[in-house]
């Protein structure tokens, strides 16, 4: 239990900031004196520290001992939030948020591996719901937290707020969480040139993802050149990790079917999960007119349901196969969004609540079984850099979710608006400008239900892909049992 609290201190504290900073943007930007695209960066800059992070955390888990890591990502990530709030810069602040980025970017996978090393085989499904509980708070109450701190505050505490819980969370990390001595120190020394290739790659990557439909995508040299630096590094990184005999990430874990094929249903359920929840209020406000709180309201039902499904799913993971939860949450997902792509322009509160209710449902049956079955049959050896990975991948699935759906929204709005332009006249003494608004309006309609049709049929026919996965056998691995004895 001490163990469980202390990890879902640094995991909550992690979430809570990624998302609690979003609504105070414009406010900071004020303060500062920046532009709404400088200010872009305080988010962009957090997200490339995590990816670069990320894989890292099997190969930094071995070589500071697993305490020692994730008392100093604690650390890092406290101290930064303090840098953060004492900002009196953009620039200043970017770079406090790319600090905080690297602490922050350990944490969640780290929290993930020690739950599930630390829950016997019988227990992991209730881990993991405890995991992904932890996992929707943050999303669920930052933006409203934020909010509020920003109306009756001033945007330091967004920040300040940290460091209290990351105090608590680092001292409860020296006294309970242990080092495992199945985890081996790296054998050799610090690979510079996979840091480098890693880095590089994987901070253009998502630079072109973040900010490639802001900046026209190809139409912008800098996309251009960082594309091809991520076309290039990131296949001689692969090669080189697979070929190195002590790898700066261990990717020989795909060896193993049921992680394999779990990692490409978790970036598939990234890029519709992470889409869609970036979509939904906009859509909502935009096209329905539900104010801010409405909108809260119209996404509350759906939190309510994936915290019912984990707690469900806590208890009943060890009985069911779990392909065939995996499944039906695809299905659900894919259920919500095509009833999403029938709503209107005169669509209200109930109109949503039962897309959401299935969508919530969905996330709860995706998230638990899922990452269960993936990590079930990775030794436990290799669970902290299989942890990484995973988390990764599913926050890349995000990022291309984002990317192309984002992108499509504004391609099929200006296919939609020239269709309807051109078959309209004036008539009946209306106005010009109302009839340019109104077409406007329901050519954005069409195009995000089109959108949420696109989502609907990739998650069924991605559902049936949990037939590739091995459900997990009783009992542990062999080299598992014997490292645990």
Known sequence: MLITVTVMLGLIMAIIDSTIVNVALDTIAGNLGATIDEVSWIATGYILANVVVMPLNGWLTAFFGRKAFYATSLAVFTVASFLCGTAHSIDQLIFYRVIQGLGGGALQPTAQAILFESYPPSKRSQAMAIFGLGAMVGPAIGPTLGGWIVDNASWPLIFFINLPIGAVAFLMTLAFIPDPHYIETPKSGVDWAGLGLLSAGLASLQYVLERGEHDSWFASHTIVVLTIVAAVCLPIFVMKALRDRHPLVNLRVFRLRGYAVGNLLGFISGFGLFGVTLVLPLFFQTMLGFTAFDTGLALMPGALATAASMMV?????????????????????????????????????????????????????????????????????????????????????????????????????????????????????????????????????????????????????????????????????????????
């Open 313 to 485: 799913l806590g208890r009943i993971g060890n009985r069911v196969d779990p392909r065939i939860l995996v499944a039906v949450g695809f299905a659900c997902f894919g259920i919500s969004t095509w009833l999403l792509g029938d709503l209107n322009t005169i669509a209200g509160y109930w109109d949503v609540f039962w897309p959401r209710i299935w969508q919530g449902f969905a996330l709860g049956m995706l998230f638990v079984p899922l990452s269960t079955t993936t990590l079930g049959s990775v030794p436990l050896a290799e669970m902290a850099g299989a942890s990484g990975v995973y988390t990764l991948l599913r926050q890349l699935g995000g990022s291309v979710g984002i990317a192309v759906l984002t992108t499509f929204l504004t391609h099929e709005s200006a296919v939609a608006w020239n269709v309807l332009a051109s078959g309209v006249t004036q008539s009946h003494g209306l106005p010009r400008t109302y009839l340019t608004a109104l077409v406007a309006q329901q050519s954005t309609m069409i195009a995000y239900d089109a959108l949420f049709r696109l989502v609907a049929i990739i998650f069924f026919v991605s559902a049936p892909l949990v037939l590739l996965m091995e459900p997990p056998r009783g009992g542990l691995p062999q080299s598992v049992a014997a490292a645990a004895d």
